[in-house]
């Protein structure tokens, strides 16, 4: 079949309405995605946290990871941030005299960087091959190698800086805290949650683990509490006065909620924890490409008046020649 | 059995060994023939007769003592001198609400054999525990050794006083522990209180306190020298009165009142199970696997990570390494702190005491370089200058390697 004009339109035409059926279904407007039926999470209560760095020594046993040194002496392991061989880093806030724990002036506090596995998180989002991927039913955030290309746009769309890139490897892979799961298939919980002695780091479902917040919120400062160690509901428990918490927890609304949270004694933006959005990056961004490609509209138009400009200068050679 | 022990205390990481009696060596022959510089034999012999001990092991004591001490290597020469040549002190000992622990654990002390010494080193003018006499006849002896030493002698005070009604609660010789302790502390050179019960009221102060029991310093509304521990390890209160007999004055005290010697390190730091912790190996019950490991007790309520102490280092009872209460596989209470030992919950977790986070921790937020540097500003400049002349230069000559062909595409 020679190519007339007539025979390219009509295909043209027709191929757009294919595509347009096509798409017509998952181009729906996104939606805030809720909780997974069984997320699991952490709650990492700074508080209780008394910079120990069990959870990181029990995390490189759990996930086959190499001490970092510093920079000064091989002595001790001491990564200076989140990296592609540490996956959790306990990182201490100090201000002036540091005297006081958990109090913002003068004092000092812990925090426990690792995955916070967003409910509806941007990595899974960026990922043009599904290398990252959200459980639909734990709603652990995990990654796959054989998928992946190597493209990173994961480590540049994570607000909490979280997955990282093998740089020094040449066959690199991402590696970020995959909450254990190759544990939990097994029916234990993660390996930091397992070896903390005070319970600053507490596994267990998200429901479960946000009423645990909610109650410890509620108690008076200075008031005899106690605190599950390992899961919510453990009979593993110690006593402690109840501690004067920041207002809010973080990670019930901060981009559309994660399952990992957050208690502290410190303003949150001083532990690292940045200022961030309710609503989740991902519903805005899969918004504008939805409505972009609804249809296939907006496609169809561009390309159509593409064609018109082509079909015109074509037209305009065609006369020259004749 | 004397020497022996002596030698555990002296071999204690940061200070000269000194060798075994079996194995005496060059070492030690050297010190006596050092310390020989400093005294003649009269006087090393008549501290021997004095204290019923040989000379070797009349050195060794001092030694001993020095290394408890934390003093220089000379120092004991200087202590030998001062048990040898000056007069001992009177000490009047007092006892109020207490098990009596403190005592008993000095009398079991092996070496030097402390009873021999305390009552030889000073003049033990009045002891309960340990007076032949009884009555009236002890009463009279220590209002006269006050009257006769008046400015000289030590006081030292072991229990609680029960200060609640007046006092009421705890009498000797018809005299309440308030008045007894006001009176005896009033012409004393230095004031010692001897165990928890004493430095802050200790286990009889915890609630519900009945009968309003406080430690020493608190009836006599001043700063007195507190050696806390239920029981105090012996050397620590043998080494402040050699400190006082030998310099005339009381150890350098902490803000509690509390001798820097002993008392000026973390348990935490000084801990042979400190690695377990560092690495995250903590017991999670008694006879676990790790338990029997000899792992980490803090998840077992241990209080070394906030009581300041130099048990780990001195360690108890003389049997050697290992002998004290985490090395045995119990946490440690926190019986030298106050608001710690018999107040917490023994297996509540401890909070730990940190000056700052280590250094090791890595910050929040990590520095970053600010601003432009010359260098990278001129880096940056030449890159610009580079893209942009390219660009110029591709800009002119765009359309030109076209045009003849161009033409002769026409031309044909």
Redesign the interface.
Known sequence: MSLTRRNFLRGAAAAGAACAANTAAPAEAHDERALPPKAVGLLFDSTLC?????????CREANGTNPEF?AQQML?D????LSARTLT??????DGA?IE?DREKDG?A??KKSCLHCIDPSCVSVCPVSAMTKDRATGVVSYNPNNCIGCRYCVAACPFGVPRFEYDKTIARLRKCELCKTRQAEGKIPACAE?C??GATLFGKVTELRAEAERRHKLTPGERAFFPCKTVGSN?T???PAPRYNAETYGLEEVGGTQVCYMAGVPFQ???LPTLPNKSFVSTSEKIQHTLYKGMIAPAVLFGSLLFFVRRSANHDEKEEE | MLVRGLNDIATRPGHEPIHQEETVGVGFEDKAERMGDYMNDEILTAAGTKLGLSRRVFLQFCAGVAATLGLPADAHASIAEAIATKHRPPVIWLHFAECTGCTESMLVAEHPAIDELVLNLVSLDYHETLFAGAGHQAEAARKSSMEANKGKYLLVVEGAIPAKDSGIYCKVGGQTAVELVNECARDAAAVIALGSCASWGGMPSTGPNPTGCVGVGDVLKKQVVNIPGCPPNPYNFLSTVVHYITYGKLPELDNQGRPKFAYARLIHENCERRPHFDNGRFVQEFGDAGHRSGWCLYKLGCKGPETYANCPSVLFGDAGGGCWPVGTGHPCIGCTEKGVGFERPIHGLADLKFVTPSAASSRVIEEQGKGVSVASAAVLAGGIGVVVGASVAMAKNLGKGHLPEHTQHGEE
């Open positions: 008394v910079g120990c760095k069990a959870c990181m020594t029990a510093g001790w001491a990564p200076a941030d880093v306990i990182k201490a806030y100090s540091a724990k000092f812990f925090i070896t002695p005070t593993d110690h006593e402690k001083k532990l690292g």
